[in-house]
């Protein structure tokens, strides 16, 4: 079998930006004979370029499936390839695809509502998506919906809490909360420094990610309301040296303002943490109340009372973190991949 690549989603100086896309992409690879057409970020440069790359790609493989990532740049090569050729085209849609993109503007919804009239099949994360595909008019049998989940290996301990916190530099005598994505306006991490500039425990808020529009912001905001010695932001990190971070921590905490399926809530289950986590997207299909607090977004009030039930009780957080481990069971990543091929196959033979 074999299959086009074409996604928007790689690493770049050594960071994972690629995430799922581009996990999904790499172990696909390894069981098909696969070609990869990488694209840059913004549609109106790269639209073009994708396509000429994707062309010279298609006539080196000869694909028997087409596999975009994303519904705009990637999607609409991937609809342009499958009508030049005729061949079968699977797209991976992503959190904004759906509910941002097609609203943007009447091009947007055009592109959008032909992607998913021609594509033979669709894959989609969290159940959100999933309703939103269907809305658009998506044939239930072109669609599959799944969760992110977690590489479970990745989060094997091997050293303890206070064993991370000396190598990270963290204090030992604190409670610490952490927050994991992008600086980004959008995840709403404002609403979170107004939450915990009033809370009576000790503790320290680690705002880890790199900057997407947010870090001089935060950083204003940090020092108007007195927060420098409780608040660190940690930026350039790689995907391992987050993973001991969120298990050197005492409680994952996200103001966010959108989501589809957040991988990050999956990663801070997979790490034992309790979680306070805005009510968006799917977020509310995952968290249950024995996993941690659902709070109502653009809300700090809402989010200092859960951060503040979290941190003063010790016996909640343990409860919380013991379901956490054993429900990130249930969402091993690893299984994702075979869901693919098991489509790609069901495909060939019609």
């Known amino acids: 079998m074999k299959v086009l690549f074409i996604t928007d989603a790689y690493p770049y100086k050594k960071k994972l ?6 996990y ?3 172990e696909l690879s390894k069981k098909t004979e696969g070609g ?7 549609f109106r440069y790269n639209f073009f370029r994708t396509i000429y790359k994707s062309l010279r790609e298609f006539k080196r493989l000869n694909p028997d499936i087409i596999q975009a990532f994303t519904l705009d740049t990637c999607g609409l090569v991937g609809l342009f390839l499958k009508f030049l050729t005729g061949k079968k085209l699977c797209i991976h849609a992503r959190g904004a695809d759906l509910l941002i993109f097609p609203n943007k503007n009447f ?27 269907i809305s658009f008019g998506i044939d239930k049998n072109k669609l599959h919906v799944f969760e992110p989940g977690v590489i479970l290996d990745e989060f094997k301990k091997e050293k303890s809490k206070n064993e991370l916190r000396k190598e990270l530099r963290l204090p030992l005598n604190k409670k610490i909360i952490i927050y994991v994505g992008f600086l980004y306006p959008r995840k709403g991490q404002i609403d979170l420094l107004n939450a915990v500039k009033d809370l009576k425990e000790d503790f320290l808020l680690l705002l880890v990610g790199d900057d997407w529009g ?45 989501e589809s399926s957040p991988c990050v809530l999956f990663e801070a289950m997979a790490s034992g943490l309790p979680i306070a986590y805005t009510n968006v997207g799917s977020v509310a299909s995952i968290l249950k109340k024995e996993n941690g607090i659902l709070v109502r977004k653009r809300n700090p009030l809402d989010m200092q009372f859960a951060l503040q039930k979290l941190l003063s009780n010790k016996k909640l957080r343990e409860k919380m973190s013991k379901n956490n481990l054993k429900k990130i069971k249930n969402y091993d990543r690893e299984k994702i991949p075979k869901q693919y091929l098991k489509v790609y196959k069901k495909l060939l033979k019609k």
């Not at 990869?36 to 913004?42: P, R, T």
């Not at 919804?109 to 998913?116: A, G």
């Open 36 to 42: 990869i057409v990488l694209s840059k970020e913004k």
């Open 17 to 22: 930006y690629g995430g799922l896309p581009w």
């Open 24 to 26: 999904i992409v790499q």
């Open 107 to 133: 091009i947007t919804k055009v592109i959008t509502n032909q992607i998913l009239k021609n594509v033979d099949y669709l894959f989609v994360i969290g159940k959100l998506m999933g309703d939103a595909a």
């Open 214 to 258: 947010s870090k001089k912001l935060c950083e204003k905001k940090i020092k108007e309301f007195g927060l420098s010695k409780k608040v660190r932001i940690v930026n350039n990190r790689t995907h391992e040296e987050i993973i001991k971070y969120l298990q050197a921590s005492d409680i994952f905490a996200s103001s966010s303002l959108f």
